[in-house]
T-cell receptor
Framework: GDSVTQMEGPVTLSEEAFLTINCTYTATGYPSLFWYVQYPGEGLQLLLKATKADDKGSNKGFEATYRKETTSFHLEKGSVQVSDSAVYFCALSEGGTGFQKLVFGTGTRLLVSP | EADIYQTPRYLVIGTGKKITLECSQTMGHDKMYWYQQDPGMELHLIHYSYGVNSTEKGDLSSESTVSRIRTEHFPLTLESARPSHTSQYLC?????????FGSGTRLTVV
């Protein structure tokens, strides 16, 4: 079945450093791709998404580009802040236009120090 | 402002008790989901629903049950709680591409 692989954490950075969290996927069709963020004690929030190859999703300074040739959707941010400390989940949506089921990666914890 | 609500946020309960975790959404979404999140952060789909009177078991076997009598409401019930049920439970809904999540219920069974 479809699957998502994320880099293991924690990722520890200083404030204003550049962030990359790697995500690759395996899918039989043409899934939509997502990044969700989970702050401590909270549920998941949609950070950004891309629905077709070469699309770039962006939000709050984060970006990710849907790369079909490398089956990747890496998350990047040019300058992280302490408030970005959270767990980040990469996910794909299988089911086409019918029933949508999200398949999640295992999550990557980001810790940003002042 | 949250469009999907879960109550309670935190619950500590004794072994053998029956509990119901509430989940309601105001977006009119047909599809709803329950995920169990273990301490290692991994998310496991335990139940989902296509719409009213439709419920299906997810990828992870769970002793919990769900019902979907109204579009907006998707409660999860544990008939007899055990310490192995200690976890965070996340409810979500979908009206198209992607999900909207509630804030979760952190359940501790002692």
């Amino acid at each position: 079945g479809d699957s998502v692989t994320q880099m293991e954490g924690p990722v520890t950075l200083s404030e204003e450093a550049f962030l990359t969290i790697n995500c690759t996927y395996t899918a039989t069709g043409y899934p939509s791709l997502f990044w969700y963020v989970q702050y401590p004690g909270e549920g998941l929030q949609l950070l950004l998404k891309a629905t077709k190859a070469d699309d770039k999703g962006s939000n709050k300074g984060f970006e990710a580009t849907y790369r079909k040739e490398t089956t990747s959707f890496h998350l990047e941010k040019g300058s992280v802040q302490v408030s970005d400390s959270a767990v980040y989940f990469c996910a794909l949506s299988e089911g086409g236009t019918g029933f949508q089921k999200l398949v999640f990666g295992t999550g990557t914890r980001l810790l940003v120090s002042p | 402002e949250a469009d999907i609500y879960q109550t309670p946020r935190y619950l500590v309960i004794g072994t053998g008790k029956k509990i119901t975790l509430e989940c309601s959404q105001t977006m009119g979404h047909d599809k709803m989901y329950w995920y169990q999140q273990d301490p290692g952060m991994e998310l496991h789909l335990i139940h989902y629903s296509y719409g009213v009177n439709s419920t299906e078991k997810g990828d992870l076997s769970s002793e919990s049950t769900v019902s979907r009598i109204r579009t907006e409401h998707f409660p999860l019930t544990l008939e007899s709680a055990r310490p192995s049920h200690t976890s965070q439970y996340l409810c979500a809904s979908s009206g198209g591409v992607g999900y909207t999540f509630g804030s979760g219920t952190r359940l501790t069974v002692v």
